[in-house]
């Protein structure tokens, strides 16, 4: 959520966290994230975002994808795992993290969708303070920095969740929101 409400500072919409629970049950990120933007909507009245992300890894197959974060209890864990399933496949790893937001409002049909993308390659160890998740073993290669080595404005500029975020702001769907 900080890092949404960063991507949408200036915006003139008020982010608040809902609270509630979803279960991801979509088949993709966009069926998820809409989960979570209609729930939220219908549970508040208000229009409301959901957002869903993964990392995509070439030698997996397109793995873990949506079940990133369900790839171990920790992100060191889920890190090793990755590493695992990778040892016997040479280098570079190639990857790519995807986020979708969707907008949904009350008694609005259709959902908005907004994707971002970015590839890059897997490292075999971590770099990096900044960001969560997989950003620090997530190289971009032709900047030569992991997601975690950026300043989190930097990041934005870069990001997946920031390309998503500026699909949404220059697509005006938030002019239309009171």
């Known amino acids: 959520m900080a890092e949404l409400r960063q991507l949408l500072a200036g915006s003139g919409v008020d982010l608040e966290e809902w609270g509630g629970e979803v279960e991801e ?11 979570k933007a209609v729930a939220a909507s219908t549970a508040t009245g208000l229009p409301a975002l959901g957002d869903d992300s993964g990392l995509e890894v070439e030698a997996l197959g397109g793995e873990p994808g949506l079940h990133s974060r369900r790839l171990g209890p920790t992100q060191a864990a889920r890190n090793a795992e990755l590493w695992r399933r990778l040892a016997a496949v040479p280098r570079p ?22 994707e971002g993308r970015v590839e890059g390659e897997l490292l075999p160890e971590p770099r990096g303070r900044g960001g969560f998740g997989y950003d620090p073993i997530f190289l ?3 900047l030569g920095r992991t997601f975690a080595e950026f300043p989190p404005a930097e990041k934005h500029r870069w990001s997946h969740r920031g390309r998503a975020a500026q699909a949404l ?3 005006g769907v938030l002019s239309s929101i009171e």
């Open 169 to 171: 702001l220059a697509s």
């Open 25 to 35: 049950t979509g088949a993709t990120y966009a069926e998820n994230a809409a989960l």
């Open 93 to 114: 790893w190639r990857a790519r993290f995807v986020a979708v937001l969707a907008l949904a409002r009350p008694a609005a049909v259709p959902v908005d969708y907004f």
């Open 140 to 142: 971009l290669p032709d």
